[in-house]
């Protein structure tokens, strides 16, 4: 009979195998955290990035909508001459110190220290028009309490629809929801019968604060934010519009033909010597992101309002926005 030996083969794997199964692994799970990071690093640095173009968005919608409305309820009181002026004063030391008697005051500095522009408006809805006691009064209805009274810097008011796009003052304020506006100067004959007649014919008459606004950049906490003052309002109530907006600069169309204005732009200019030239303003925003990226350096030349800024070298990324508005409450007379 023969002898059948059978061997006994160990189980499991040996030490070099468990060792190559180790190392991929390792090579494995560093590469799936390597994506993970840095997919990761880029979701937040589009994120930042995404922010940055938000907050100048949003200024430029709010600057737009100004510029727009510069000269609403007011061009036609400040005479041919707008950077003059010729009746009282609309402004005061509520915004930069600058007392406005025209459309615009103007700031201009180089590019890298932002620029400054005040303008004047038609913007704060009052009430509309209910009756009219007597040729140097007017009785308004409200929503709310109206931010409207006979102080230097609140006493403006222009009435809409009428064919003269020129504010009135007033003198004083009685009453709250339903108030009755006393008017420095009484109304004409014939203005008044117009205002009237409007009333029976159940046409609605609007009345907008004219004040001043002030455009500019404000640091703080090491933070340069947007920010809009209304020469009507208390200090205490400006909140910022936008965040980390880092440069910003005005640029003005003007119409130089003689001795007709053709109302084409003949050039664009920093600081123009006649407002009454201007036909468009242009601006430039310069957004940051408010975080650092490592991985990024910025190496890019901005090219602003004629001049550039950059490049910074820093691992902040950057946005810039540019807008041209057409300024369309203008005095041609």
């Not at 615009?104 to 180089?110: E, H, P, Q, T, W």
Request: aromatic share 6%; proline share 3%; charged share 20%.
């Amino acid at each position: 009979m023969a002898l059948i030996i059978t061997k006994k083969h160990s189980s499991g794997f040996s030490l070099v195998e468990l060792m190559v199964v180790l190392v991929i692994l390792g090579i494995v799970s560093v590469g799936t955290i390597t994506a993970i990071t840095s997919q990761n690093r880029v979701y937040h640095s589009e994120e930042d990035l995404i922010d940055a173009q938000m907050n100048a968005r949003i200024a430029a919608d709010r600057i737009s909508f100004l510029l727009r409305m510069a000269g609403t309820g007011c061009s036609d009181s400040f005479g041919k001459k707008l950077d003059t002026g010729n009746l009282a004063t609309i402004g005061g030391t509520g915004i930069a110190a600058n007392p406005t008697t025209s459309m615009f005051v103007i700031d201009d500095n180089s590019v890298g220290t932002p620029d400054q522009l005040t303008l004047v408006g038609a913007v704060r809805y009052v009430g509309n028009i209910t009756s009219i006691p007597a040729n140097n009064q007017i009785k308004l209805q409200c929503n709310e309490t109206p931010k409207i009274d006979g102080t230097a810097t609140k006493k403006y008011i222009f009435i809409t629809p009428q064919d003269e796009n020129r504010y009135r003052t007033i003198s004083g304020i009685a009453g709250t929801t339903t108030p009755t506006l006393t008017l420095s100067t009484i109304l004409a004959v014939d203005e008044k019968k117009e205002l009237d007649d409007a009333l029976t014919a159940g046409v609605v008459l609007d009345v907008y604060q004219v004040q001043a606004f002030t455009i500019r950049l404000v640091d703080s906490d090491n933070i340069r934010s947007l920010r809009i003052d209304g020469n009507a309002i208390a200090s205490s109530t400006e909140m910022n519009v936008a965040d980390n907006i880092q440069d910003l600069q005005f640029q003005y169309g003007i119409d130089t033909t003689t001795p007709k204005p053709d109302g084409q732009i003949d050039s664009w200019v920093d600081n123009p010597t006649d407002i009454t030239q201007i036909r468009a303003v242009r601006f430039f925003i310069l957004a940051r992101t408010s975080k650092i990226d490592k991985e990024y350096t910025d190496t890019k030349t901005y090219d602003i309002a004629g001049g550039s800024v950059g490049p910074f070298n820093d691992h902040t990324h950057r946005y810039l926005l540019e807008s041209t508005i057409a300024i369309r409450n203008r005095n041609y007379n």
